[in-house]
C-alpha cells in the first residue's frame, strides 16, 4: 500500500544514513571513542530496553546497525511496518547520540534542549500520578500557518499537557509568543525530525525507572508504553517518508498520530488519522488517547492551568507585590463554626490593588464542615501556593508568614483583583476538598497594622500549636499508618509505606496528607495499615505492614520494614527526591539528592545509583526517600540511624543542617553534626573523603560493619 512504501521507504533511509554516519564517525575517532548521552543511566535508552545492548563506544554501533536493518522486513504488512518504525526510532537515537560525539552540547546553539536527563524523568512522576500532567503531546513539523500550531500548543498547554515540539513548530511557536521551558509545560527539542528520539527515550526510560522493565524484553516494552504514557503525536504541514516511518515507530510504541493533511484510505482509525481542521486536533488527539482533562471554570479574567506554575515575573514587570520581606503578611486556613462561616463571601478589607506597589496582606480562609479535622488545616493551606501560581500572570513563593505574591502589569490589566484571588481560593477548596469542606470564606487585609496584629495574635499562635503538633506526631503515637499507591500507574509493584516520621518518597505525602486524602476519598491510593503484629522494633517490622503491602502490590512485595536499609528496605518507584547507598569504604552512607549533577564517592552519579533501586524492586543498600526524612530519628535507625551518613552534596546539606544537628545532638549529643559529613566541595574521591572523615572523627567510621 501506499502507507507501508512510505513507511519502508523512510525506514531504509534512515538505516542508510545511519550506517553511514557510524562507519564515519568511527573512521574519524577511532571504535574506542565513547558514545553517551548526558546524565543517564540508561546508554542509549531505546536500544537498552529494545534488545538489553548498552552502548558505549562506537566499536558497539555496527552491530546496533545490524539489529536495526533485521527490523525492516519490506512485507507488505502493517504490523511488519511499523517494526520498520522502530527501526528508524533506532536509527533517529544512534544519530542524534553522534551529535553528542562531535561536541560536549551540541544543542547549546539551538532553541531546543536535547537529551532530556534522568532526574527530570523522575520528577514528573509525581505530576503525571496525578494527573496534574493529563498527557504527553509530541507536536511536529512545521505548520501552513504560524497560528494554528501556536493556538494548539497554547490549548494543551492551557490543559496542563507537557508538549515536546520538533522541527519548524518550535520557530512558530517563538514568534507566537508562546512561553516555553520545562516549569512551563512546553519544551523545543530540536530543529532535525531525529530529536524526535529524546521524547522517545523519555518515555522508555520511563518503563525502565518506575516499570523495572527488563531491558531486552521488548514485548513488555511495548506494552507498557502504550498502556502507562499518555503520550500521541500531531504533525503539522507536509509529510515525507522519515516523517510518516517515524510516525509508524510511535504507534508502534502505542502513541496515536494525528496529522494535518488528508491521508484518505490510508488513514488507520485509533493510530493514524487526519485532522485538517485544526480547532478539531486538541479534542480528536485526547480522545484517541482516552485522556479527560477536568476543566475548572473560574469567574476570573486571567487564564488558570498548571502550565503557570513556573512562570517568573519581574520586577519590571510587576504591578503589585505582597512580600514578607516588605511588611506583614500571612496566609491561614482556620476551621471555623458553621453558624460563623457565611459560604462563598469573599471579602477584601482595605485598599485593593489599584495602586500598585508594595502591600501587607492577610489571606484568611474560614471553612466549616462536619468532617472538617484540624490536621487537614495545613493540607488545604499548602495547596495555596500551586493555586495562586495556576493564575497567569501572578506568581507565588512560600507559605504561612513567609510568602512573596507578584501580580504583573499585564494581569492588573485583564482586570485582576483580590476577589478574584477569593474565587480561586473558595472554587478549588469546594472542587478539591469538598467531601470535607461544607462553607468556605474568604477574607483579605491588606493594611500593615491590621495584618501585624491578625499575624500575633491569630496566625503565629496557630502555627506554632501545629508545629508542637507535628512534632509530637511519632510513630509511636499513633495506631495507623498508610499506604500510598498512587504511583502504581506507573511503578505497578510498589507501594509506599507513610508514617508520621516517614514521609512518601516522594516528598509529597505526609502522614497528615495520607490521612486527609483517607477522609476525601475512602477508597482512594492512601488506606489504612493497622499498626499491630510489630515482629522487630530495631527494623521496623510488622506482620500487618507486610499483609497491606502484599495486597497493595498484588503479591509483588511481602516483606517491608519501616526502618532498615539493608532488611527488606522499602521499595521505590523512580520519583524519590534523594537516594540513600551504602559507601563501603567509610562503612556509611551517602545521600543524594535529585538536582545534584557531579559524582560522587560512590562512584556513581545521582542517575546511576538511583538506577540501582525502582520499579518497586528492593534492592538492599540503596533506598529511595524523601528529603525530609534526612533528619527524621528513623532514618535508617536499623543500621544506627543518621550517624552512618557520611557524604552529601552541599546544597543538601545546607539545607537540612539545622534539623540533621539538631537529631544528632538529641539522638547522640554530638554538636554541628553537618561539620563531620563531607560534600563535594571538601571532596569526592573515597581515599580523600576517608581522610577528612577520620580528621574530623565521623562516628561511623568506628560502628559495626554496615553489610
Ligand atoms: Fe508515589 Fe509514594 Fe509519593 Fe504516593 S507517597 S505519590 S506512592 S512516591
Ligand atoms: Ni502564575
Ligand atoms: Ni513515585
Partial sequence: SVLTDLIYGGSNAVAGLTEGAVNDAIAKHGADTKVAFPDTAYFLPTIYAATGVKVKTLGDLPACVGVLKSLISNKEDLGEALNAGLATAVGAEILEALKYVESENPYENEAGIGFVPDPIIRSLGVPLVTGDIPGVAVVLGKAD????????????????????????????????????????????????????????????RAALIFGALEPGNLPALLAYTKDRVPAFVNTFGEIDSVVVSAG?????????????????????????????DHTMTVKKSLELRNIKIKVTELPIPVAFAAAFEGEIIRRSDMHTEFSSHANPTCELVCTTPADEVEDHKITVVGQDIDAGGELALATIVKVAGEKMQADFESVIERKIHAWFNYMEGVMHTGQRNLIRIRVSNAAYEAGLRLNHFGEVLYNMIMDEFDSVVDKCEVTFYTEADKVQEILDTKAMPTYNARDDRLASLTDESVDEFYTCILCQSFAPSHCCVVTPERLGLCGAVSWLDAKATKELTPTGPCQPIKKIGCTDERTGAYTEVNKVVEQATQGAVNQVTLYSLIEDPMTSCGCFECICGVEPASNGVVVVNREYKGMTPTGMTFGELASMTGGGVQTPGFMGHGRHFIASKKFISAEGGIQRIVWMPKELKDDVADRLNKTAKELYGIDNFTDMICDETIACDTEEVLNFLTEKGHPALTMDPIM
Fill in 145 to 204: 500557518q504560524t497560528e494554528d500550531v501556536v493556538k494548539v500548543v497554547k490549548d494543551y498547554q492551557s490543559k496542563g499537557i507537557m508538549t515536546f515540539l520538533v522541527g519548524g513548530v518550535i520557530d512558530q511557536c517563538i514568534e507566537g509568543g508562546v512561553k516555553m521551558g520545562l516549569e512551563l509545560r512546553v519544551i523545543p527539542l530540536g530543529h532535525e525530525v531525529t530529536a524526535v528520539t529524546h521524547v522517545v527515550t523519555v518515555a522508555i
Fill in 248 to 276: 509508524a515507530g510511535a504507534i508502534a510504541l502505542g502513541f496515536p498520530v494525528v496529522v494535518d493533511v488528508d491521508l484518505g484510505e490510508n488513514q488507520v482509525p485509533g493510530a493514524l488519522e487526519s485532522v485538517t
